[in-house]
């Protein structure tokens, strides 16, 4: 456990870290297009414009950042303090402040978060904007002081340090062995925080002083992935074979490393290939003298031709890089492939690929079974979760009204995804959840949600099953609805069980607060309140139109006494996982008994002029009356 935690919050600084690069990564190509181009040894100099290389390195880009990591920390206000106190570290040092902008930035958002935390409801009518303003400059100025005088200077010398240990590594030809570290790392996804938090800053150094800089190539180089990738083409089986093809365009040509980590995950030893595969293109570039003038962001093929110094000697060392992993990585991944058994489950491998990035991955929807069309004449419709307590039963709900709307008699259920029915139809989960639910019910017809509340395609299932739909009595007289538990909205939603104006600094404070409330309220056991933990973790509970509905998991309904909610309003939000959720329902359901406040809740919330109601309730009562009033 505790071994997880450390993975858990080393990917979480990392994912900060690339959080404040990545929305910038525009104003860094910008800038390196402005250098490839215009400076003395550019493709074509011009004196005049080259002016603006200087000037964007070391204002504009770190502003970027500190503005950017501040507003991370506590929005607008956050992200205007965080740029001031940023000046500080720029102004006081020679170097492109990066590293002291990931410093600055949400240190001035933090600082004015609990600045107005502590005067919330102390600041009398009328002088809110005089407060807000003064606060701001004050709080910001201090800190720009405090950065120039003692955070520059300390972040100038650890640059230093950093540069003299890379040239170091250099000279004495070990910087392939940056490789052992770098290619597990993206596994890990500490990729974009390896590449924009550390070697970004330190190469952008680099290329103002040099022109060029290899660090830039050591991360984005896609020869390692290419190689497995191929190796695969090759020496795969099944669905990885089959996929292998077109994960290696997108790796290639669109730059999406991320896509060949669940390769790696189906066989493990494959990190062998990345990372000899690495060492052999980082030799390469060191040997033939290969750097980027520019920050190539995807780690694409294109990106990094584009950001190559123009000359052919630079070309041929940064292609011959590409090239040289490519092929170690391919001749290593091939001998895996070959020489070990392969039990490959691609779909899990995404799905393990999830968990470890704790967050939706942008391509796992590529590795999904393909299938056919929505199948004719549909009597069942099944939503499923890992419990079928919360999130399924608040999908089913609102599917269910739309369907009655639309005058079709069709059941639509909610279920754990381990008990869907084998004759479901058509079954409904968050993406996370799919490849499950397919190896469960490989014949039904899969729909993946990644919002229950709002989400299209609720509306695109109603308009192709109107075309195509024939009435069942027998299928009708079986739809479960929650109007069957007519008896349980008696005492489940109870004033002392709302909670308004609460302030969480993670999604775990704000589950394990939910989960308390429910033990003291002997709605549960105390071990609930962890499987409520596991059950996030396992897939997000968030719903979409800024809700979350933390619950159990399967196994924890035996630690479920009675049914029972609590409502939890967050003004200023909490984030879930890349999501700023503002109202939190945390359920315990037992026999069935909470399905119908929770199908009222499911119609209330998916209405955002509702949520905007809840958010700014002065009351619980009042609170309560917007859902009840559903």
């Known amino acids: 456990m505790a071994q997880s935690n450390i993975k858990v919050a080393v990917q979480k600084f990392g994912n900060f870290l690339s959080s404040m ?35 964007m390195v070391k204002y504009l880009l770190p502003l970027l950042i500190g503005y950017t990591g501040g507003k991370l920390v506590h929005d607008q206000r956050g992200g205007v303090v965080g740029a001031i106190a940023t000046m500080g570290v720029i102004v006081g040092s020679d170097i492109p402040m990066f590293l002291g902008a990931m410093i600055m930035g949400p240190l001035g ?42 955070v520059s200077p300390a972040v100038d010398g650890f640059t230093g340090a950093l540069v003299v240990g890379v040239d170091w590594m250099v000279a004495h030809g070990l910087l392939p062995l940056t ?38 190539l050591l991360e984005t180089n896609p020869g390692p992935g290419l190689g497995i990738l191929l190796a695969y083409c090759f020496f795969g089986k099944g669905t990885a074979k089959q996929s292998a093809p077109g994960a290696a365009i997108i790796h ?31 030799f390469t570039f060191v040997l033939l003298r290969g750097g980027l003038q520019a920050v190539a962001s995807p780690g694409s093929i294109l990106a990094i031709l584009a950001a190559t110094p123009g000359n052919a000697g630079s070309y041929v060392a940064n292609i011959s890089g590409v090239l ?25 491998a995404a799905r393990k690929m999830q968990e470890m990035k704790g967050k939706k991955s942008s391509v796992a929807g590529s590795f999904t079974k393909q299938q056919g069309d929505v199948p004719a004449s549909v009597q069942k419709i099944v939503f499923a979760c890992d419990a079928g307590m919360g999130s399924s039963a608040m999908g089913a709900s609102l599917l269910r009204k739309k369907v009655k709307q639309a005058d079709l008699n069709i059941s639509v259920t909610n279920t754990a995804i381990s008990n869907i029915p084998s004759d479901a139809q058509i079954v409904i989960t968050q993406e996370e959840l799919t490849p499950r639910a397919q190896n469960k019910v490989p014949d039904a017809y899969h729909i993946s949600v990644d919002n229950f509340l709002s989400s299209p395609e609720y509306d695109k299932l109603i308009d192709q099953l109107k075309n195509d739909h024939t009435t069942s009595k027998a299928e009708e ?37 939910a989960g308390s409330v429910l033990v003291k309220g002997g709605y549960v056991e105390e071990n609930y309140v962890e499987a409520m933990i596991e059950r996030d973790n396992m897939t997000s509970t968030y719903m979409g139109n800024d809700v979350a509905i933390p619950h159990g998991t399967e196994e924890a309904k035996k630690n479920v006494l009675r049914s029972g909610f609590t409502v939890i309003q ?25 399905l119908e406040i929770l199908s009222g809740i499911a119609i209330t919330c998916s209405d955002m002029n509702n949520i905007e109601k809840m958010v700014h309730a002065k009351s619980a009562k009042e609170l309560m009356a917007i859902i009840q009033s559903n």
């Open 21 to 55: 690069v990545m929305p910038n990564i525009g104003a860094f190509i910008a800038w390196g297009l402005i250098t490839a181009l215009f400076i003395p040894t550019g493709f074509f100099p011009n004196e005049s414009l080259a002016k603006l290389v200087d000037p």
């Open 109 to 150: 958002g933090y600082i004015i978060k609990k600045f107005d935390q502590f005067i919330e409801g102390k600041v009398k009518t009328g002088f809110e904007m005089l407060i807000n303003n003064f606060s701001a400059g004050i709080l910001g100025g201090i800190l720009a002081i405090l950065a120039f005088l003692g």
């Open 179 to 216: 490789s052992i570290l770098i290619e597990p790392a993206k596994i890990l996804f500490l990729n974009n925080a390896i590449n924009h938090g550390i070697l970004s800053p330190i190469g952008a150094e680099q290329i103002r002083t040099n022109g060029q800089s290899i660090l830039l």
């Open 252 to 282: 290639f040509i669109g730059g999406i490393h991320e896509i060949y980590f669940p390769y790696v995950l189906m066989r493990p030893l494959l990190i062998i290939a990345a990372i000899l595969g690495g060492m052999s293109g980082v």
């Open 324 to 348: 040289v992993a490519a092929v170690v990585s391919f001749i290593v991944g091939s001998l895996i492939l070959k020489t070990g058994k392969q039990t490959e489950d691609l779909d899990e």
């Open 477 to 513: 007289e079986k739809n479960v609805s929650a109007e069957n538990y007519t008896d349980s909205n008696d005492g489940l939603l109870k004033e002392e069980n709302v909670f308004l104006n609460q302030h969480f600094s993670s999604k775990e404070e704000a589950i394990r607060f």
């Open 570 to 594: 967050v003004p200023e939000g909490v984030d879930f996982d890349g999501e700023k959720v503002r109202l939190i329902f945390g359920i315990a359901g037992k026999d069935g008994t909470h």
